[in-house]
Structures are given as C-alpha cells and as structure tokens.
C-alpha cells in the first residue's frame, strides 16, 4: 500500500476515489510509567517513555489506516496526515487519517518539484 502525504503518487493517476480513511488509537501510560515520566520531566530533556509510546500509537494508527483502505478496495493512500489530542490528563488520542485511492500508472501524472 502506497502512503503519500502529497495529494498524488508521481508517476500515477488517481482511476477512483474510494473515500476518507481513519486509523484511531488512544492510549495511556500505566501508573509506574506516568511516575517515572513524572520524576524525569523534574530534570528535563526527553521523556523517553512518552515518546515511545507515542511512537508505536503512531505506527498502530497508521496500520489501522492501512487495513481499513484495503477493505475498501484502494491501493493507496493520499493527502495522509496524523492528528493528536489528550483525553483527560492520562491518555492521547492519535488518529492517521487521508483519501482512500485506486492509482493507475500515468507517465503524465503530477511529479514532485525539484
């Protein structure tokens, strides 16, 4: 599956628009990963867990995308992009979303800017 934050896949054309596309994830630190998080951001500098759990929410958002596009027939996705959000102080909400396409290979598509 072809993930493209441009609104085109250079080389391609868009043959069918099968719709909007979402992966949703929320998560939270359990309590022994919020307390050491907590001790860490006393001193400063990078909170390692948080960015590791943010991460791998990422990356499962992303394949959640992914499936759903496959179960709606595309082979790609196009104008992707992540959103994030807390819920409440303990959880994050990130969410991969973009428009689900079926591409055909076009040697006059759009290409990237040089």
């Known amino acids: ?45 990078e909170i390692h867990e948080y960015t590791e759990l943010l991460e791998d929410t990422r990356r499962q958002a992303l394949d959640r995308m992914v499936a759903n596009a496959t ?5 790609a996705v196009i104008s992707m992009r992540f959103d994030s959000s807390e819920i409440g102080s303990t959880m994050s909400e990130i969410v991969a979303y973009g428009t689900a396409v079926v591409l055909a290979a076009d040697a006059g598509a759009p290409q990237p800017a040089e």
């Open 1 to 45: 599956m072809i993930v493209s934050t441009a609104p085109f896949v250079a080389g391609h054309r868009v043959a069918e628009t099968k719709g909007h596309v979402f992966g949703l994830v929320v998560r939270s630190r359990g309590l022994g990963g919020n307390i050491t998080a907590s001790l860490r951001s006393l001193v400063g500098g």
């Open 71 to 75: 179960l709606m027939g595309a082979d």
